[in-house]
């Protein structure tokens, strides 16, 4: 009976997500946050709308961000130690990992040949391949050859493919038939929760929706960078259809290992 006088608490807008798995907040390691605090800042903001948890997945992109797997782990151990010293006096959400964003370019091969493909797994170790969930993304201006054969080659070695905003390629439309033969083949799409509220243009967002509406979509991701996202997020926690979609549709970002 005591329930029933209790205040219906409302939870902050991506609490059903629990788990962030796309975010650029590894200081000084590619565009995203340019120090410690201004990742601390942000990744205040994003507890505040709703994460419980944040994954780290800097940009293995060339030549631009030549990341290298073993630098990224180290500086990964000592951002973690600063995330820990920091949480008695500041609100943040728990660190549950370190993968990578690569880029399907020139350098990715190198990449696959010298075993750094950071990966990411279910909780559920029944659900998944061994080698894990593998986050890539394209050119956002130029469609590469031989994208499909990359893909199918990486699930052949055993990878399970995310590929990353697929609403922000210029090239892809929701009529894509080699949108279509991705989810032909198991592929995971992860939409930007910033697509849905406008913040890449109208065109993402028609079509972030509209993958969505397509079943196409097992993944949310706020691609953080920096203060100017967090700040855009927290404008995306209003929006009255993002807060919908979040309450009427299941994503796996809670299935995700810690
Ligand atoms: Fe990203």
Not at 11 to 30: E, G, R
Not at 67 to 85: H, M, P, T
Request: charge should be negative; include cysteine.
């Amino acid at each position: 009976m005591f329930g029933l006088f209790k205040k219906n608490k409302v939870l902050p807008t991506f609490a059903p997500l629990v788990t962030d798995m796309h975010s650029h907040i590894l200081p000084l390691v590619d565009d995203g946050s340019k120090s410690l605090e201004e990742s601390l800042e942000v990744m205040e903001i994003m507890k505040t709308t709703g994460f419980q948890q944040v994954r780290l997945t800097p940009h293995f992109q060339h030549p631009r961000f030549p990341n290298q797997a073993d630098d990224i782990l180290k500086r990964y151990q000592n951002f973690c130690g600063e995330v820990e010293a920091n949480k008695g006096s500041r609100d943040l959400p728990t660190m549950c990992g370190i993968s990578g964003e690569f880029r399907v370019d020139d350098g990715f091969q190198g990449y696959v040949d010298s075993n750094q493909l950071l990966t990411f797994h279910f909780a559920d170790p029944k659900r998944g391949s061994d080698k894990g969930l593998l986050l890539i993304e394209f050119s956002l201006s130029q469609r590469r050859m031989g994208l499909d054969e990359t893909v199918f080659n990486r699930q052949m070695e055993g990878y399970d493919i995310i590929i990353a905003h697929p609403e922000r390629y210029p090239y892809f439309d929701s009529h894509s038939s080699m949108l279509e033969q991705f989810k032909e083949q198991g592929v995971y799409f992860q939409v930007n929760i910033l697509s849905l509220d406008g913040f890449y243009g109208e065109v993402a967002q028609r079509r972030a929706f509209e993958y969505i509406e397509n079943g196409w979509v097992e993944f949310l991701g706020t691609d953080m960078h920096n203060v100017m996202y967090a700040t855009a997020l927290k404008h995306a926690s209003t929006n009255k259809k993002i807060i919908k979609l979040l309450e009427t549709t299941e994503f796996e970002n809670k299935n995700l290992a810690k």
